[in-house]
Nanobody, 113 residues
Framework: QVQLVESGGGLVQPGGSLRLSCAAS????????MAWYRQAPGKQREWVAS???????VYADSVKGRFTISRDNAKNTVYLQMNSLKPEDTGVYYC???????WGQGTQVTVSS
């Protein structure tokens, strides 16, 4: 079982940027797919983006063109670069492998003026 620790969240104005990090407790080299999810207040957790071991990426329509997922297998870390942030991007962001394992504590992202 891999432990995941998300970081990098914060308060940002609409149109701003944040870079989230997800540090794994062991190598992620053999984890085929890593993904980011988010949960807005009062809503269910939703998938945001995925990245394959070889670098292939897929995004939810709501973030396509604004968010970029990447992974550094040597550092056991997955990133989410978020640009042009909108208030509807507010929520707790989590990373996980696919199929999902245990969840970390997440990192809060708040987009507000």
């Amino acid at each position: 079982q891999v432990q995941l620790v998300e970081s990098g969240g914060g308060l940002v104005q609409p149109g701003g940027s944040l870079r989230l990090s997800c540090a794994a407790s062991r190598s992620i080299f053999n984890i085929y797919i890593m993904a980011w999810y988010r949960q807005a207040p009062g809503k269910q957790r939703e998938w945001v983006a995925s990245i394959e071991r070889g670098g292939g990426t897929v995004y939810a329509d709501s973030v396509k063109g604004r968010f970029t997922i990447s992974r550094d297998n040597a550092k056991n870390t997955v990133y989410l670069q978020m640009n042009s942030l909108k208030p509807e991007d507010t929520g707790v962001y989590y990373c996980n492998q696919v199929p999902n394992d245990s969840w970390g504590q997440g990192t809060q992202v708040t987009v507000s003026s």
